[in-house]
């Protein structure tokens, strides 16, 4: 029973470069939740998605920054324009799809982005 | 502004002590308040959790204490283990999904 994936694991980009991360959730969750960590602080949240919609994206950068999740494939977390405060762990975590609650989140192993 | 304030950032205990890390919140309408533990390089898993309408849950060596009045819970780690060193982070819910964390406290306990 795989887990919440993420690919990359690592990932180093040059500023102005993009970056695309990828979570491929449990099997059977269709709810997906994005992360960030910054060094030294605790998760912070991003987005919330289900198959083709954004639920909540209260915690996304207003720019630079997009999510998706589509009907068939990963759920992608895309930066645009990468700046060095974008270096951070980036988790995704998925849910099932009777209810979205933070009880029932898996978290991915994350996602490290350097940005050079 | 951080939410969830989460203190120590860091602590020591020998083997058979007891862990304590306190958190402090501000929103009244967080409505539901667990712990994660996580180990270099994998993401957070669910250790035990509370809701606001109780005191205390235990579940085997970890213990949560609420104190809704104060607004804040801690997590107790009874017979600390080698293998319990990690890093814990406390977090609190609002619309029970929007996960607000503490900053995290590793803990390390020595054999």
Redesign the interface.
Known sequence: NAG?MQNPRHLVRRRGQEARLRCSPMKGHS?V?W?RQLP??????MV?LQKENII?E??MPKERFSAEFPKEGPSILRIQQVVRGDSAAY?C?S?PPA?????T??????TRLTVL | QQQVKQSPQSLIVQKGGISIINCAYENTAFDYFPWYQQFPGKGPALLIAIRPDVSEKKEGRFTISFNKSAKQFSLHIMDSQPGDSATYFCAATLHDYKLSFGAGTTVTVRA
């Open positions: 919440v709810h939740y992360y030294e602080e605790g998760l912070k949240f919330y909540d209260s915690g988790f975590a849910s209810r979205g609650g933070a009880d989140q898996y978290f991915g192993p994350g």
